[in-house]
T-cell receptor, first 115, second 109 residues
Framework: NAGVMQNPRHLVRRRGQEARLRCSPM?????VYWYRQLPEEGLKFMVY????????ESGMPKERFSAEFPKEGPSILRIQQVVRGDSAAYFC?????????????FGSGTQLSVL | GIQVEQSPPDLILQEGANSTLRCNFS?????LQWFHQNPWGQLINLFY???GTKQNGRLSATTVATERYSLLYISSSQTTDSGVYFC???????????FGGGTRVLVKP
């Protein structure tokens, strides 16, 4: 049973370009969470999705950022018109259910560098 | 939102030493997890421990939910224990993990 898969592992973009980060949850998991980690800091919650639904996007910047988790395929975190401040590690986690008494399993992250 | 404070922020250990990392949180929780982020950035789930005590090899953890803190013990530390240790919680009736700022551990040979 493969773990949470994120790709690409590293992504380099120039200012103004779009960045697309992909996350395939563990098999059978229908809940996905995205977190951002700035250098030397902890992880900050961005968005929580269930298949085809956004449950909680309270940590998402209001502009340029969007996330989806379609019925088929991976979850996508999309950043439009990237700026240097978007440079960070973006982690995805998945869980089997919405129960709070559960472990979350994290992917290896995507390191986004904006030139 | 809930606040999660970890101490100390940095820790330098000689190989073989023991240490204790602390996590304080500001509200009732029903989920608490400890993670190790290795030097390559990978997050490894160490413990799911909303209350009580658990042990896994040289690592053990204790959470006293009523007093809103958790402790992670590292015994006989090894250089492979280096990295950042994060505590993360979900507050009661919440739905997302909130992370502390981490404790950066360096184990010297």
């Amino acid at each position: 049973n493969a773990g949470v898969m994120q790709n690409p592992r590293h992504l380099v973009r120039r200012r103004g370009q779009e960045a697309r980060l992909r996350c395939s949850p563990m098999k059978g998991h229908s809940h996905v969470y995205w977190y951002r980690q700035l250098p030397e800091e902890g992880l900050k919650f961005m968005v929580y999705l269930q298949k085809e639904n956004i449950i909680d996007e309270s940590g998402m910047p209001k502009e340029r950022f969007s996330a989806e988790f379609p019925k088929e395929g991976p979850s996508i975190l999309r950043i439009q018109q990237v700026v240097r401040g978007d440079s960070a590690a973006y982690f995805c986690a998945s869980s089997l259910d919405r129960k709070t008494n559960e472990k979350l399993f994290f992917g290896s992250g995507t390191q986004l560098s904006v030139l | 939102g809930i606040q999660v404070e970890q101490s100390p922020p940095d820790l330098i250990l000689q190989e073989g030493a023991n240490s204790t990392l602390r996590c304080n949180f500001s509200d009732s929780v029903n989920n608490l997890q400890w993670f190790h982020q290795n030097p390559w950035g990978q997050l490894i789930n160490l413990f799911y421990i909303p209350s009580g005590t658990k042990q896994n090899g040289r690592l053990s953890a204790t959470t006293v939910a009523t007093e809103r803190y958790s402790l992670l013990y590292i015994s006989s530390s090894q250089t492979t224990d280096s990295g950042v240790y994060f505590c993360a919680v979900i507050k009661a009736a919440g739905n997302k993990l909130t992370f502390g700022g981490g404790t950066r551990v360096l184990v010297k040979p």
